[in-house]
């Protein structure tokens, strides 16, 4: 038994130390012990703190066991029950009826059996045995395992202290490769650095420089070995800043300056130097260290940001505008020198101060505050990036208006805000010198205005009566000499007339309240009608007229050709006037053309005295005539020429002449025309046309009676089926009782007037029914409303029966009688039964409107068509001043009745009863100052005095209406009023005669 364990001993021993690898010499061991003792498994752990790769240090780790399974991960802690075993006894056997057996179990499925363990020398750990036999084991194996551990523990510490020599070896190695590794580091950054590096000694002599030295400097490395870096680099005028750098860093202290360095061969650039000391391993100072930055692009964008600032400074204080910037708290940190001037606080004043002391008034420092409050929270403001007027203080309490534009500078620390004022006290002042001479201007241009108007109103009337009467008178007397003296009368009426309409377009083209037509026209038509016009009068004086119309010129030109032949007739009546032999002669031709426009030169020249070269100049002045002798001689005002200048000019044309005395003259002028259709003719025959009109179902809709009672019987004449309504709620109610073709509106009355029913019409009703206003308002802005409120068309009143059918006719699509189409029924024209037609024109408003005043030109009298109606002040004067007995002309109504005895007696009568109530109404509202209860009686009127041709009540009514309107000359109301009250009970007297004879 000895000789078997001495022998295990002997192979024991020859395992150990086979491999200095620490778990392949624990595996030999274990394997030839586990092979020889027949053991299940045995296993060798091994204190951590021992092992040299561990990152635990407490407790046991097994190195190694065998056979092999998952115990290659298992550790124990210090506090295990077999470290407390051993603490007692070195070695110890342990079975399973033991009650520590189970918590000597690390591996799995162990049931029973015995362990043995033995602690390793030196506190390496232990080994321990497990056999399932039922023998535990003996004293004698006990011994035997003690006494190869002790060779096992110096096996295991050999291989431990080789386990730490390679890898303190390999340490040591990846140290010094980690070494070169920052030594190439350092290299490549020091190399590759955008800074330049210079090492000093102690004695300032350079040891060692960087490549971006030697690019900033020139200067290549061995160049600057050995050399003092102040003696290099430094200009003599620094040498002094260089002493106390080199003294500061000497102490140890480090040192940043700027200064210029000279280069090899470029000149000097700025630098900024960094030094510091350079120190040993043991921290002592061997020299120093410096780095070096070019700061040369900083330093010259510096100079330019440093010269830009005095230029602006400059700028700013020479400014004529206030520049005055405030931060973010409303203080002032710039006040050039326009703000000092402007304001009177000197800069040293104002800088610092709050801006809202300085320059806002008392009333208005709230709203400043609250303003720069808001733009913090919501970062807007009404004042900011805008140009206002407001009111500023200056030093000594004036108030006094700027103009001012704030702008928000937003910086990285806060918002500042920059102020440009202008002081526009003097431009305030030119301001109102303007507005009050223009107010003189257009106060003297309405007076030459009405003064125009009225003296055409006063001129005119005895006008017409000179040459009607001379016209009847010529046709009763047979002696030529009264003949001669009537044809006399009758040449100097209508030269009258000329001179008048001449001042009054004059008037009209100065004050720029001339407007032109832009309608379709033909030119050749035109041409020969102007002709046939001056053919008589050329003929008088012996003077062959011509004229030439090329075949090349549109059919359908688009002007106004009503300013055309004015023109015209006013050159080629010049010419025949100063023409005593010879010819006349009118021609046009086309200078340019193009899809759209062409572009027309028209030459009128003559045989006649001619002008003189001196003359020339003025001869387009207005007043001015070639010689003072010819007014004596030939008559006219010398504003023909002036007229046609100023027209042509306005149609976008130009006007020359060419003359010499005793051989004629030519008038040059070019006109552009737009080239039109067929569709922009006017249909000028539509007065003269027949419509059938009967069976065509109408709502009249007129408060007046007379009116009402003319129309009705008027239209019924014509066959039409006539509902009336006294308002226009009556009106709303009827029409949508009731069907009807076509509504004739009246605008003006009671409960609800024209445009008010109309919209209800439209937008309310739904319906599309024609509708056309009767209105003693024809004007052009008046024209506008009726339109926009939905009505087709409008008609002036008293109005022309024809115009009025032809309207009916055009709304209602109804063809003249002559084209021979068949003849549409009214009820045709309706969709579904009950509901209205569409009758409704496409065009736009201003089509419609441009149509309306066409066929209102034909039918306005000359007075109202030329100008507006004298004002109330100076009607007043009239109508006080003239005959109080006015008179009337029944003509009008008569063409209305057609001759209808009954209809113009009827006519008659109602205008005796309702009249004098009516005028009297006008004089008692005016008392009370009621002036638009007035102002509308009046516009009732007015129809009724036209209609019977009694001017001056109308004249009277209308200027009545037009002062309530505007609000002016109200006082002179009594005065016209209480004269329209006594002229009319003048006028119904008259009127009552002519009923009785009736």
Not at 18 to 29: A, G, I, K, P, Y
Not at 519 to 542: C, H, I, T, W
Not at 793 to 817: D, E, T, W
């Amino acid at each position: 038994m000895v000789n078997k364990e001495l022998h295990l001993l002997y192979e024991l021993a020859l395992s150990i130390g086979q491999s200095m690898d620490l778990v392949e010499n624990c595996r030999l061991f274990l394997d030839k012990l586990v092979a020889k003792k027949s053991l299940d498994f045995a296993s060798i752990w091994l204190n951590s703190a021992h092992l040299p790769k561990s990152s635990v240090n407490t407790g046991a780790k097994h190195i190694c066991v065998r056979p092999s399974f998952r115990l290659d991960e298992t550790q124990i802690p210090d506090d295990h029950i077999i470290f407390q075993k051993l603490t007692q006894n070195s070695r110890f056997i342990c079975s399973e009826k033991d009650e520590d057996f189970e918590a000597l179990i690390a591996e799995k499925n162990i049931k029973g059996g015995h362990y043995a363990v033995c602690a390793l020398d030196d506190g390496l750990g232990f080994i321990k045995l497990y056999t399932s036999r039922e023998q535990n084991f003996t004293a004698v194996e006990i011994n035997v395992l003690a006494s190869i551990v002790k060779k096992l523990s110096v096996s295991i510490n050999a291989c431990l202290f080789h386990e730490k020599s390679i890898l303190e070896a390999e340490e040591r190695l990846n140290y010094q490769h980690s070494l070169r590794e920052k030594d190439e580091l350092y290299r490549l950054v020091v190399s590759s650095i955008n800074e330049g590096l210079v090492i000093s000694d102690k004695e300032g002599r350079i040891i060692y420089a960087n490549e971006r030295m030697v690019e900033l400097s020139g200067y290549q490395l061995e160049e600057m070995k050995g050399k003092r870096t102040a003696e290099l680099f430094l200009s003599s005028d620094f040498m002094i800043e260089a002493k106390g750098a080199f003294s500061a860093r000497s102490e140890g202290n480090v040192y940043i300056y700027e200064m210029p360095y000279q280069h090899k061969t470029e000149g000097t650039w700025w630098a900024e130097v960094k030094e510091g000391p350079y120190k040993d391993l043991e921290g002592n100072s061997i020299g120093t260290i410096g780095v070096i930055t070019s700061i040369d692009e900083r330093m010259k964008a510096n100079k330019a940001r440093l010269d830009s600032e005095r230029r602006l400074g400059l700028i700013v204080d020479t400014a004529l505008d206030a520049v005055v910037t405030i931060n973010h708290e409303g203080y002032v940190i710039e006040w050039n020198k326009q703000a000092e001037h402007i304001f009177g606080w000197t800069s040293e004043e104002a800088i610092g101060e709050e801006m809202g002391f300085l320059i806002i008034p008392h009333q208005y420092r709230d709203a400043h505050k609250k303003g720069m409050e808001n733009y913090f929270i919501t970062g807007h403001g009404p004042v900011l990036n805008n140009r206002i007027e407001i009111t500023a203080l200056r030093k000594n309490g004036e108030e006094f208006p700027i103009e001012l534009a704030i702008t928000p500078i937003e910086t990285t620390e806060s918002a500042t805000f920059c102020g440009f004022i202008r002081d526009i006290s003097e431009r305030k002042r030119a301001e109102q010198d303007l507005i009050e001479a223009r107010q003189r201007a257009e106060a003297s241009s309405i007076a030459k205005e009405r003064f125009l108007a009225n003296m055409s109103h006063e001129i005119r009337t005895p006008l017409n009566a000179i040459m009607g009467l001379s016209d009847l008178l010529a046709n009763s007397i047979v002696d030529e000499k009264q003949n001669k003296y009537l044809k006399a009368i009758t040449q100097s009426g209508q030269n009258l007339l000329v001179i008048l309409n001449d001042i009054l377009d004059l008037s009209k083209i100065d004050s720029g309240k001339l407007e032109l037509e832009q309608v379709g026209f033909s030119m050749r038509q035109r041409l020969e009608y102007l002709m046939q016009m001056l053919v008589p009068p050329a003929n008088d004086k012996g003077v062959e007229l011509r004229y030439d119309c090329p075949d090349n010129i549109a059919d359908v030109l688009v002007g106004d050709p009503v300013r055309l032949d004015q023109v015209l007739i006013n050159l080629v009546n010049n010419a025949i006037k100063f023409t005593e032999e010879g010819y006349v002669n009118l021609s046009c031709r086309i200078l340019t053309r193009s899809k759209t426009e062409q572009t027309i030169e028209f030459e009128v020249s003559d045989t006649g005295i001619g002008i003189n070269a001196d003359k020339i100049e003025q001869i387009f002045d207005s007043f001015t005539q070639a010689d003072e002798s010819i007014t004596r001689r030939f008559g006219g005002t010398g504003l023909g020429l002036s007229i046609c200048k100023k027209l042509v000019e306005l149609m976008g044309g130009t006007i020359r002449v060419k003359s010499r005395v005793g051989l004629g003259t030519t008038f040059t002028f070019i006109l552009p025309f737009g080239i039109g259709s067929e569709a922009d003719l006017p249909n000028l025959q539509e007065e003269h046309q027949d419509f059938d009109l009967s069976k065509v179902r109408v709502l009249l809709v007129e408060d007046h009676e007379m009116n009402r009672f003319l129309a009705m019987t008027i239209l019924e004449e014509k066959g039409m089926e006539v509902t009336h309504a006294s308002n226009g709620k009556e009106a709303v109610d009827l029409i949508q009782k009731h069907n009807f073709d076509i509504v004739l509106m009246d605008v003006q009355m009671p409960i609800m007037s024209g445009t008010e029913a109309t919209r209800v019409i439209r937008e309310q009703l739904k319906m599309d029914i024609p509708i056309i206003a009767l209105t003693a308002n024809a004007v052009k802005n008046d024209a506008e409303k009726y339109l926009a409120s939905g009505m087709d068309a409008y008609v002036s009143k008293p109005f022309n029966a024809k115009h009025l059918f032809g309207q009916m006719a055009r709304l209602l699509h109804i063809l003249p009688n002559h084209q021979h189409q068949a003849k549409q029924d009214p009820a045709s024209i309706k969709g579904d039964i009950g509901k209205p037609s569409k009758a409704l024109d496409e065009a736009s408003t201003e089509n419609k409107l441009a149509a309306q005043e066409q066929h209102q030109q034909t039918e306005a009298n000359t007075d109202s068509s030329e100008v507006k109606p004298p004002p109330a002040c100076l009607a007043a004067r009239k109508a006080l001043g003239e005959a109080h007995h006015p008179t009337y002309n029944l003509s009008k109504l008569k063409e209305m009745a057609s001759d209808s005895p009954p209809f113009l007696k009827r006519m008659l009568e109602m205008f005796v009863e309702r009249t004098p109530g009516m005028t009297e109404e006008v004089h008692a509202h005016i008392l009370k100052e009621e002036w638009t209860e007035a102002g509308a009686i009046a516009h009732k009127l007015k129809p009724s005095f036209d209609m019977l041709g009694i001017d001056s009540l109308t004249s009277l009514a209308r200027n009545i209406e037009q002062s309530v309107k505007s609000g002016e000359h109200l006082d002179h109301l009594h005065k016209l009023s209480e004269q329209l009250q006594k002229s009319s009970v003048l006028v119904v007297e008259d009127l009552r005669k002519e009923l009785a004879q009736l």
